[in-house]
Structures are given as structure tokens and as C-alpha cells.
């Protein structure tokens, strides 16, 4: 994966982040906890915390594979999720404002973008995540593990609707990327939002043909199953209590973060661009509920 690929899908995936933040107060910089799949050998579970540079004392959770086919199973397939947990991370929570930062190894299908997009979507935010494996997996087993971990340090119990729905999203936005390409993915994503917060859709009928009607002028030809998907998915996340002002927040911090990026002359534009267009969308969609 090139550098600039690297960069622009955790920008551009967050953009999908629909739901407020819930990690705690009293979580303090540098708490730190690792998860590890249920399934690895005793010496691969001792190699990967070696790996990690992880302390003696460090908490450790497990994420078994009941798990992941729980949060999952009604997006991804059973043979991509397997029969076994195997990919772990570790999270190491950061300064307030600094945002997250995703390292893989091993992780062949959860794109950096992807757990980011999840995470947020889930309520996580600002902490440093390295998630591996002892060889190439899917990388579901990271996912699941990450929330989990969260829920335990901020002793806060993320609501199981939120779960399923950051979970979804994440998957649909990374399947469509598959065959349409990451940017237009999200773009299509976001036009969607953006339409439904001028114009707010009353029925699944109206949604649907706003939905074709985007992917149209896109250029983008939805599969039946990709647009009910679709549909379903954001039937769903216009009837969730949405904290725009946290989420404005969260778009000023992707602005501080840019840095050098940013002022590439080959990537400035592009993000700019989307910035502007979302800082819109949720204006718009913040009027709605005043």
C-alpha cells in the first residue's frame, strides 16, 4: 500500500462518522491494554507481545471467534471470518485532540481506514493502534478486540445498536471500496449524507431513489444487493441521536492533523475539497435539530 493510500483512507473513511464519542473521563494518557485472539499458541501469544514492546504488567483481554461472528456475521461471510481469533492489538491512549493513528502487519482485508472509520463510529478516539498477527488474516478478530478493549478501560458499556451499525458501515464502505476504489466509496457516502440533511427522506422508497440518483451523477452502477444495503444502512443511522457538535469537533481535529500532508500541491485540493463539502453536511444536518 503506497504512502499516500495509507494517508488518505483513514481521512477520507471518517467521514462516515455519524455517532458521538463515549470514552470516559477518567481515561488518562498512556492507559494502554492488548487483545489477543483466543485462539493463538502460548508462543505466539509471547512472540506477538514481544512484537508489540508490550510492559509485563500490561491488562490482556481475549477476543474469541463467538465474538467476532456476533458483530459480523451479518456482514462478512463465515469463511472470511474463519473458525479461528487470531489478530490482536494493542491501545495506547493519547493526548486529548491528537486523534487515532492505526499500524497493521498481518492484516490482509481490515484496511487501516477501516478500523479507524469502526472505531470512531464506536466512540473511540485518540489513541495509538497497532494490530497484528503471527501470519496473514483478515484481521476481524482486531476489530471486535478494540471495542471491546474500550468498553473495559472506560468501564462504559457501548450500546449494542452502535456496535452493529459502526460494524456495518465499516464493512459496506470497505466492500464498496473493493470494487469502485476508496475515494469514491466515500464519496458516494457522503453525498448521500449531505442530500439527506438538505432533504430529508420520509420513506425507504424516497431514500432508495435518492441513493440511485447519487451514484448516477457519480458514474458509480450500485449492485441490488449493494443498494439495499445501502438503504438499510442509512434508514438506520438517520434514526440514531446524533451529537453533530461532537462530530464537528472531530472534523476540526482531521484539519489540525493534516500538517505536512495537507500542503502537498497533489493532495491539497482533493481533501480540502471534502472538508469543506462535510464541514457543510453537518451545518446543515446541526440546523435540522435547532
Same mark, same amino acid.
Given at each position: 500500500m503506497s504512502f499516500m493510500k495509507k494517508k488518505l483512507i483513514p481521512l477520507l473513511l471518517v467521514f462516515t462518522i455519524l455517532i458521538p464519542s463515549l470514552v470516559a473521563a477518567d481515561a488518562a494518557p498512556g492507559d494502554m491494554i492488548v487483545t489477543l485472539g483466543a485462539n493463538l499458541t502460548d508462543e505466539q501469544k509471547q512472540s506477538i507481545l514481544n512484537e508489540m514492546g508490550a510492559p509485563e504488567d500490561v491488562e490482556i483481554i481475549y477476543v474469541? $471467534? @463467538?465474538?467476532?461472528?456476533?458483530?459480523?456475521?451479518?456482514?462478512?461471510?463465515?469463511? #472470511?471470518?474463519?473458525?479461528?481469533?487470531? +489478530?490482536? +492489538? *494493542?491501545?495506547?491512549?493519547?493526548?486529548?485532540?491528537?486523534?487515532?493513528?492505526?499500524?497493521? $502487519? $498481518?492484516?490482509?482485508?481490515?484496511?487501516?481506514?477501516?478500523?479507524?472509520?469502526?472505531?470512531?463510529?464506536?466512540?473511540? /478516539?485518540?489513541?495509538?493502534?497497532?494490530?497484528?498477527?503471527?501470519?496473514?488474516?483478515?484481521?476481524?478478530? %482486531?476489530?471486535? %478486540? =478494540?471495542? /471491546?478493549?474500550?468498553?473495559?478501560?472506560?468501564? =462504559?458499556?457501548?450500546?449494542? @445498536?452502535?456496535? #452493529? =451499525?459502526?460494524?456495518?458501515? *465499516?464493512?459496506?464502505?470497505? /466492500?464498496?471500496?473493493?470494487r469502485i476504489g476508496m475515494e469514491e466509496a466515500t464519496e458516494l457516502m457522503n453525498r448521500i449524507k449531505e442530500e439527506i440533511a438538505q432533504n430529508?427522506?420520509?420513506?425507504?422508497?424516497?431514500?432508495?431513489a435518492l441513493i440511485q440518483r447519487i451514484a448516477q451523477e457519480l458514474g458509480v452502477?450500485?449492485?441490488?444487493?449493494?443498494?439495499?444495503?445501502?438503504?438499510?444502512?442509512? *434508514?438506520?443511522?438517520?434514526?440514531?441521536?446524533?451529537?453533530?457538535? #461532537?462530530? #464537528?469537533?472531530?472534523? %476540526?481535529k482531521i484539519r489540525d492533523n493534516l500538517g505536512d500532508f495537507l500542503n502537498r500541491e497533489d493532495t491539497q485540493s482533493f481533501i480540502a475539497s471534502l472538508l469543506d463539502v462535510l464541514s457543510r453536511f453537518i451545518e446543515a444536518i446541526k440546523g435540522l435539530f435547532r
Open positions: 474469541t $471467534n @463467538e465474538e467476532e461472528h456476533h458483530y459480523l456475521g451479518n456482514y462478512v461471510s463465515r469463511a #472470511q471470518i474463519g473458525t479461528r481469533a487470531i +489478530s490482536s +492489538s *494493542m491501545i495506547t491512549l493519547t493526548t486529548s485532540g491528537s486523534g487515532l493513528n492505526v499500524e497493521t $502487519n $498481518n492484516i490482509d482485508w481490515v484496511s487501516e481506514g477501516m478500523y479507524a472509520n469502526a472505531l470512531v463510529t464506536a466512540g473511540v /478516539k485518540d489513541a495509538d493502534i497497532y494490530v497484528t498477527a503471527p501470519f496473514g488474516v483478515s484481521g476481524t478478530a %482486531g476489530l471486535t %478486540g =478494540i471495542i /471491546k478493549a474500550y468498553e473495559i478501560t472506560a468501564d =462504559i458499556e457501548i450500546p449494542e @445498536e452502535q456496535k #452493529q =451499525i459502526a460494524n456495518e458501515e *465499516m464493512v459496506r464502505t470497505g /466492500k464498496l471500496a473493493e430529508p427522506v420520509d420513506s425507504e422508497e424516497d431514500l432508495r452502477t450500485l449492485t441490488e444487493e449493494e443498494l439495499n444495503g445501502l438503504v438499510s444502512l442509512f *434508514m438506520r443511522l438517520k434514526d440514531l441521536n446524533i451529537d453533530w457538535n #461532537q462530530v #464537528q469537533n472531530q472534523i %476540526g
